[in-house]
């Protein structure tokens, strides 16, 4: 979309921060204001031409975010609930205005009804919500959830948006989440090959994070995981053709997969992103399905994971593997991958993400658009707030609790990295991040008060 058109939807809102109703004549005036504000700043040495263009670049993405549904799983567990809220107020202050969905599994009557007034009562827009399934997880596992409850919300409710996106609740949004794969144009391992690179999450193209599940190999040798156990009357052929297709005969394209395809174009985690008739025609029912055979032979913390490699494996459906989805870890790599995330514009802001307006320190449209916070560190730790308790309100809940309070004593005396820049990024939006919710859930109460 042309910027012009973006400034006429969004007039003054965008840059002054006011209130209009696009297609309005006080819009319209306030579009053409910012054209000419545009145009005339676009002067060799303005310092107001980045702003404007990043600006508008915000708002394309706030209006194509729509078009992507945003799912995460959970149970009613006290850990888990705050870390949604914590989701939800991020995806509403980053702009997102595609649904954003919470599937909860296993949850009490109780808890349902805790739970459904808790979300009327946070002021969220409407299309974000909660979505109840049964219990999936049992004693050997705690990670098949997952796939569990995405097929049976698919199946039961399904996507209200073109674009389905698999994330976990320990995600804030620091952008707007769309289709458009702006790491295409970067190469992508394996697209490299005179093979045209989708630019744009669609049928027949899925996407995801690139994860370090194994090392990149240009072997030809076929790729072997590593489970827990293996059928003694099963060749290694034949056990992984049984876990993708149901029969040890079946027809699969886990059969005989290389080393070099798995790690150039199926080493990935969160986010997944498929359009909804690739979730409907293949995606969602082979995901549960092999999970459930996986899970007889290995049960290891990834399952989901592998079982959603070997879903793509098994069609022969290369997923494009890009790194900036998300920030997780400043300095992960590994042997020949390199970086597996995109650091490159936070390396490079001037801004300070301990003090600045959060505004400028997300500013660059360019960067990732998640940070995942599952890296236990000394500035914030997912594990200080619920972890064990499985009963009573969560951290942002509780308001009158004060600074002596012993989990946020460790919020607010978290010491922040400062020797490695990476690291005072993600410790100081995430701490943000986290007080900014309690703030707003808490507003005037003791535990806002002890995070100011």
Same mark, same amino acid.
């Given at each position: 979309?042309?910027?012009?058109?973006?400034?006429?939807?969004?007039?003054?809102?965008?840059?002054?921060?006011?209130?209009?109703?696009?297609?309005?004549?006080?819009?319209?005036?306030?579009?053409?204001?910012?054209?000419?504000?545009?145009?005339?700043?676009?002067?060799?040495?303005?310092?107001?031409?980045?702003?404007?263009?990043?600006?508008?670049?915000?708002?394309?993405?706030?209006?194509?975010?729509?078009?992507?549904?945003?799912?995460?799983?959970?149970?009613?567990?006290?850990?888990?609930?705050?870390?949604?809220?914590?989701?939800?107020?991020?995806?509403?202050?980053?702009?997102?205005?595609?649904?954003?969905?919470?599937?909860?599994?296993?949850?009490?009557?109780?808890?349902?009804?805790?739970?459904?007034?808790?979300?009327?009562?946070?002021?969220?827009?409407?299309?974000?919500?909660?979505?109840?399934?049964?219990?999936?997880?049992?004693?050997?596992?705690?990670?098949?959830?997952?796939?569990?409850?995405?097929?049976?919300?698919?199946?039961?409710?399904?996507?209200?948006?073109?674009?389905?996106?698999?994330?976990?609740?320990?995600?804030?949004?620091?952008?707007?989440?769309?289709?458009?794969?702006?790491?295409?144009?970067?190469?992508?391992?394996?697209?490299?090959?005179?093979?045209?690179?989708?630019?744009?999450?669609?049928?027949?193209?899925?996407?995801?994070?690139?994860?370090?599940?194994?090392?990149?190999?240009?072997?030809?040798?076929?790729?072997?995981?590593?489970?827990?156990?293996?059928?003694?009357?099963?060749?290694?052929?034949?056990?992984?053709?049984?876990?993708?297709?149901?029969?040890?005969?079946?027809?699969?394209?886990?059969?005989?997969?290389?080393?070099?395809?798995?790690?150039?174009?199926?080493?990935?985690?969160?986010?997944?992103?498929?359009?909804?008739?690739?979730?409907?025609?293949?995606?969602?029912?082979?995901?549960?399905?092999?999970?459930?055979?996986?899970?007889?032979?290995?049960?290891?913390?990834?399952?989901?994971?592998?079982?959603?490699?070997?879903?793509?494996?098994?069609?022969?459906?290369?997923? =494009?593997?890009?790194? @900036?989805?998300?920030?997780? &870890? *400043? $300095?992960? /790599? +590994?042997?020949?991958? %390199?970086?597996?995330? #995109?650091?490159?514009?936070?390396?490079?802001?001037?801004?300070?993400?301990?003090?600045?307006?959060?505004?400028?320190?997300?500013?660059?449209?360019?960067?990732?658009?998640?940070?995942?916070?599952?890296?236990?560190?000394?500035?914030?730790?997912?594990?200080?707030?619920?972890?064990?308790?499985?009963?009573?309100?969560?951290? =942002?809940?509780?308001? @009158?609790?004060?600074?002596? &309070? *012993? $989990?946020? /004593? +460790?919020?607010?005396? %978290?010491?922040?990295? #400062?020797?490695?820049?990476?690291?005072?990024?993600?410790?100081?939006?995430?701490?943000?991040?986290?007080?900014?919710?309690?703030?707003?859930?808490?507003?005037?109460?003791?535990?806002?008060?002890?995070?100011?």
């Amino acid at each position: 979309m042309a910027l012009r058109a973006i400034l006429a939807l969004a007039g003054p809102t965008m840059l002054l921060g006011g209130a209009c109703e696009p297609g309005t004549e006080a819009c319209d005036a306030g579009a053409d204001d910012a054209w000419s504000a545009l145009q005339a700043s676009t002067a060799p040495h303005s310092r107001h031409a980045s702003f404007l263009q990043r600006t508008a670049a915000q708002e394309l993405a706030r209006q194509e975010s729509a078009e992507v549904h945003t799912i995460f799983t959970t149970d009613c567990h006290p850990h888990n609930m705050w870390q949604s809220e914590l989701l939800f107020f991020s995806a509403q202050r980053v702009g997102q205005r595609g649904p954003v969905t919470q599937i909860l599994s296993g949850c009490t009557p109780e808890r349902k009804q805790h739970a459904e007034q808790r979300l009327a009562s946070l002021g969220l827009p409407g299309q974000y919500k909660m979505h109840f399934v049964p219990e999936f997880n049992d004693r050997h596992s705690h990670v098949i959830n997952k796939p569990y409850s995405v097929h049976a919300w698919f199946r039961s409710a399904g996507p209200e948006a073109d674009i389905v996106a698999v994330v976990d609740p320990d995600f804030i949004f620091v952008k707007p989440l769309t289709a458009t794969l702006e790491g295409a144009q970067e190469a992508p391992l394996g697209w490299d090959d005179g093979q045209q690179r989708p630019t744009k999450v669609q049928k027949g193209v899925v996407a995801a994070q690139r994860w370090a599940m194994t090392y990149l190999s240009d072997s030809a040798e076929p790729w072997k995981p590593n489970l827990n156990s293996h059928p003694a009357n099963m060749t290694d052929a034949e056990l992984f053709t049984w876990i993708c297709s149901g029969s040890t005969t079946g027809k699969s394209g886990c059969t005989g997969a290389s080393q070099k395809e798995v790690s150039y174009y199926h080493s990935t985690g969160v986010p997944y992103l498929a359009h909804k008739a690739d979730w409907d025609e293949w995606l969602v029912d082979s995901w549960k399905d092999i999970t459930a055979r996986l899970h007889t032979v290995y049960s290891g913390y990834y399952v989901d994971m592998w079982s959603w490699t070997m879903t793509s494996l098994h069609l022969r459906m290369r997923q =494009l593997a890009v790194t @900036d989805l998300m920030l997780r &870890d *400043p $300095h992960v /790599r +590994q042997r020949s991958y %390199g970086e597996l995330e #995109k650091w490159a514009e936070i390396d490079e802001t001037a801004a300070d993400p301990c003090k600045d307006p959060m505004n400028e320190v997300l500013a660059d449209p360019k960067i990732p658009n998640f940070i995942h916070y599952c890296q236990p560190n000394a500035a914030f730790n997912k594990y200080w707030f619920d972890s064990m308790g499985d009963h009573g309100p969560h951290v =942002l809940q509780r308001c @009158d609790a004060t600074a002596e &309070d *012993p $989990h946020l /004593r +460790q919020l607010v005396a %978290g010491q922040v990295n #400062k020797s490695d820049s990476r690291w005072v990024f993600l410790n100081c939006v995430e701490r943000r991040m986290f007080a900014a919710a309690l703030m707003k859930t808490c507003a005037g109460r003791p535990a806002a008060k002890a995070v100011e």
